[in-house]
T-cell receptor
């Protein structure tokens, strides 16, 4: 089955520790995205990548880092510089970065709790 | 910049009632419009989309029409079920390929 996988589903970390969230897709999509969702709020874009070895900051990139070494993978690192990292993190992917009609497909999300 | 405004929830309905969730947008050019649904503890799933003015998107009994003159994309369903309880997000995609989301509307359908 084609789709997007995120792991782990739940993640607990101590304050001050870096943590990396995994996102893998087997849909042969060109573009991948990371969003943050806080309770009762919409999604905010953290980073996105339209091609391997290239990525751009979204609206709330501070305290986060990403890499895109493979087309299928787009891991997100939440660093200790992120002041309020507890949130639900969603990864997405899509075809044809320049096609406005192409939909984004979402993974199941990772809930990160910093203790 | 681009923005999406949707009605705040929660919206509480009885089974078989009609549902309407209002969504209006601001964007340059001619964006594509989307409705996504999020069930508890899960990611988002595309519900329907429309890519040009007067297009109607439909899926699972839900419908929305792209109204350029009123910059709106309201979501409607004639008879809701308990299984429709979820959070619904309106979104647009304009130049640059990034999705801009509304704040989400929580819908609770009671038996």
């Amino acid at each position: 089955d084609g789709g997007i996988t995120q792991s782990p589903k739940y993640l607990f970390r101590k304050e001050g520790q870096n943590v990396t969230l995994s996102c893998e897709q087997n849909l042969n999509h060109d573009a991948m995205y990371w969003y943050r969702q806080d309770p009762g709020q919409g999604l905010r874009l953290i980073y996105y990548s339209q091609i391997v070895n290239d990525f751009q900051k979204g609206d709330i990139a501070e305290g986060y880092s990403v890499s895109r070494e493979k087309k299928e993978s787009f891991p997100l690192t939440v660093t200790s510089a992120q002041k309020n990292p507890t949130a639900f993190y969603l990864c997405a992917s899509s075809f044809l970065a320049g096609d406005m009609s192409s939909e984004q497909f979402f993974g199941p999300g990772t809930r990160l709790t910093v203790l | 910049g681009d923005s999406v405004t949707q009605m705040e929830g929660p919206v509480t309905l009885s089974e078989e009632a009609c549902l309407t969730i209002n969504c209006t947008y601001t964007a340059t050019g001619y964006p594509s419009l989307f409705w996504y649904v999020q069930y508890p503890g899960e990611g988002l799933q595309l519900l329907l989309k429309a890519t040009k003015a007067d297009d109607k998107g439909s899926n699972k009994g839900f419908e929305a029409t792209y109204r350029k003159e009123t910059t709106s994309f309201h979501l409607e369903k004639g008879s809701v079920q308990v299984s429709d309880s979820a959070v619904y997000f309106c979104a647009l995609k304009a130049a640059g390929n990034k999705l801009t989301f509304g704040g989400g509307t929580r819908v609770l359908v009671k038996p």
